[in-house]
């Protein structure tokens, strides 16, 4: 399936479920022309944040029709007290007061996070303007990591014109722990599955193939493994697999046989962050793939970020594939 197959997929699919967004950031031109397409698409109902004479001049003055689109001031809103307590209450043992809670919803991406958890919407996209550090901080404060997992990741979908890959983590985790790196292996296979339909087959990525070299880098992959294999033994796993294993058949064959990921794997786990970043980085500018995220992972609720070199389309296929996630 092509990108463009793919995301017309995605954009359908979410249309569907007829669910809410929330795109925090109006002060941006392309959330504006993002929300616009979003609500004739009919892919989500849109809330966006902000004063709403000023939202709606903005968007009059770029020609962009807001009808359907509903503005919230958080400065405004009732819900300003509440959430402010609400967030004091989570975060008063860390030496938050009332006061600075009070400052923090204020600001748009937390005041949205928080919309989120208190069910006002069912995704939210942010980060055109908002580094990834204060979404991903909004979000792991304001909302929480799903139960089972431990930590808060992100995965890239990899579109060639025959096949699509999902690679984590190459935004988030810096230098995850085993703990870390199985459930950032069980939540990308978890959204391949939801985004492509296709069953996941998950190669823990290393060095080395089958103990084909001995080092405690290559411990840490392995021991991920087994944890992946005992929390989800529904899941298909193998590791350590060097990245030509994981993917060319014959190479896979002849490295690990009998394995039925070897060779087949779609699901690829880097063991860091340098590891994921170049590497996608490499299948992208060397490999020709389009690459689709970071799809940030591992939040109870979808609270995604976008680089903030992001295009209209971009914000709107995010979007899409926000929504779909949501109730997942
Ligand atoms: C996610 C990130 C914002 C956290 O940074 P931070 O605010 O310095 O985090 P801290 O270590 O101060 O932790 C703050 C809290 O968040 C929690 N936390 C941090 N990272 C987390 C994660 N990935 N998942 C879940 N919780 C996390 C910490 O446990 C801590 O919780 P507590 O205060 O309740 O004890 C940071 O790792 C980051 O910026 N990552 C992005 C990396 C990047 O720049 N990528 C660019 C390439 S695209």
């Known amino acids: 399936m092509s990108e463009l197959d793919l995301l017309v997929k995605i954009r359908e699919n979410a249309a569907r479920k ?3 967004l929330l795109l925090p950031e109006s002060h941006d031109e392309r959330v504006l022309r ?8 009919g892919i989500g109902s849109v809330i966006t944040l902000g004063n709403e004479e000023t939202v709606r001049a903005a968007a009059k003055a770029i020609g962009v029709d807001l009808k359907g689109v509903r503005i919230i001031d958080p400065e405004k809103s009732e819900k300003l007290s509440d959430f402010s307590n609400i967030f004091y209450n989570q975060r008063k043992h860390k030496g938050v007061t009332i006061e600075e809670a009070r400052e923090t919803m204020k600001r748009d991406i937390f005041f949205g996070a928080m919309m989120l958890k208190e069910g006002m919407a069912h995704a939210s996209v942010a980060g055109s303007t908002a580094s990834t550090g204060d979404v991903m901080r909004a979000g792991i404060l304001c ?11 992100s995965f890239f979908l990899m579109v060639y014109p025959d096949v699509t890959y999902s690679f984590g983590d190459c935004a988030v985790v810096p230098d995850p722990d085993a703990i870390q790196l199985a459930d950032i292996a069980i939540s990308t296979a978890d959204n391949h599955k939801i985004l ?15 103990g084909s070299a001995k080092h405690k880098l290559i411990d840490k992959v392995l021991e991920a493994t087994a944890i992946v294999k005992q929390k989800r ?23 690990s046989p009998g394995s039925e990921v070897a060779g087949r794997a ?9 590891a994921g970043n170049i590497g996608y980085k490499i299948a992208q500018r060397l490999g020709g ?18 680089s903030r070199g992001c295009s209209v389309e971009d914000i709107v296929n ?4 926000a929504l779909l996630m949501a109730g997942n």
């Open 143 to 153: 909302i929480g990591t799903k139960e089972g997992i431990s930590i808060v990741s």
């Open 289 to 306: 793939a389009e690459a689709v995220g970071p799809v940030v992972q591992g939040l109870k609720l979808p609270f995604f970020d976008l």
């Open 233 to 255: 033994p529904d899941l298909k796993v193998d590791g350590e697999l060097q990245f030509d294993a994981a993917i060319v058949e014959s190479i896979g064959k002849k490295k």
């Open 196 to 210: 492509t339909g296709e069953e996941p087959y998950i190669a823990m990525l290393s060095f080395s193939t089958k």
């Open 266 to 274: 779609n699901v690829l786990i880097f063991p860091d962050l340098q």
């Open 34 to 41: 993002a929300a616009e397409i979003i609500t004739r698409e």
């Open 18 to 20: 007829k669910r809410t």
């Open 318 to 321: 995010t979007s899409a594939i």
